[in-house]
């Protein structure tokens, strides 16, 4: 197991809340952080692009005041999810400002992150890429990332196909650094439980949707409450990439979830002021196949209270059956 310096001492649970489309933003990142896991939001979400400073400093400068206050609590660091796609248009100005800020974590997704990867180790960042299969791992361990984030079967939003056995097991073999997995986790055991198949970090996104602090519509958080795994709907039209989205919000955009045509990826658009086609898909709600473990809307205090205590207990009965 592998654990960056920035991450040692610094969590009360081996999580990293993911960055979600339009759902995370400094209120639940702060909260996240507070309450001991790693929060973080896609640099996108801050428009316009300006307004990612002034993100950025409300985050650090809370942050900072929070662990003066609490030298003895467990206070995580943030992280900033960057899209390296040709369509963001925003990619420079969003890593200068991050740069700016010395951003302890940088998430990059869908290519491989070599220009970020400078940036972020010139003053001693880390930077996690998210992959669904090992040709994109390869791919990003060349380029000198310090973590590989397993996005496999069941994970909310765009995810891959490959069961966390596999994938796990294929990337541990090749690479000693830093591993996150994506898929479906939602509790304390779950986060065991990707331990225990070898990654060092749960990545946890639909889950903390369901909780008060999340930017998140009350209709999506209620149907997160009130759904199954047989509610998710694996496609790509609605951004080019494949991906897991709740049936009713689909059916409720007046579509048929079960006859969805595909998209080429050449319709994908992360640039600052985004497509119409996006907008027209921002009822499109994601979520992966946890959802039926997920019953409550709750603050964040509360919900990584539940997990560290599910955590500690499975812990305990796994060390007595020992």
């Not at 700016?100 to 960042?125: E, N």
């Not at 998710?232 to 494949?242: M, N, P, Q, R």
Request: proline share 6%; charged share 20%; with cysteine.
């Amino acid at each position: 197991m592998s654990l960056p310096p920035v991450l040692q001492n610094s969590l009360r649970l081996p999580v990293v809340g993911a960055p979600m489309f339009i759902v995370s933003g400094p209120k639940l990142v702060i909260e996240q952080c507070r309450a001991g896991i790693v929060g973080s939001f896609p640099a996108l979400n801050a428009r316009p692009q300006p307004l990612l400073d002034d993100w950025l400093a409300e985050i650090t400068e809370t942050l900072e005041l929070e662990r003066a206050a609490n030298p003895d609590k467990p206070i995580a660091p943030f992280a900033v999810n960057q899209i390296c796609h040709a369509s963001n248009d925003r990619l420079e100005a969003d890593l200068e400002s991050c740069v700016k800020f010395k951003v302890p974590i940088i998430i990059t997704s869908l290519r491989p992150p070599q220009i970020v990867v400078d940036a972020v180790h010139s003053y001693g960042g880390v930077v996690f890429h998210d992959v669904i299969n090992m040709r994109h791992a390869r791919k990003a361990i060349e380029q000198g990332v310090d973590g590989i984030i397993a996005v496999c079967a069941g994970a909310g939003g765009h995810a891959g196909m490959l069961s966390p056995f596999a994938l796990i097991k294929e990337l541990r073999a090749e690479f000693d650094g830093t591993i996150l997995l994506s898929g479906a986790m939602t509790s304390g055991q779950d986060v065991i439980a990707a331990q225990a198949i070898g990654a060092d970090l749960a990545y946890i996104g639909s889950r903390f949707i369901a909780t008060e602090e999340a930017n998140a519509d009350s209709g999506y958080k209620q149907m997160l409450v009130e759904t199954a795994a047989v509610d998710i709907v694996y496609s790509s039209l609605f951004t080019g990439v494949l991906g897991n989205y709740l049936k009713p919000s689909i059916t409720n955009a007046g579509l048929d979830p079960d006859n969805l045509p595909a998209a080429d990826k050449s319709t994908m658009n992360f640039g600052s002021g985004g497509n119409q086609k996006s907008k027209a898909w921002r009822d499109i709600w994601g979520a992966g196949q946890g959802v039926g473990s997920i019953h409550d809307v709750l603050p964040v205090a509360e919900l990584v209270e539940r997990m560290a205590d599910e955590y500690a207990d499975t812990m305990a009965r796994l060390r007595g059956a020992a």
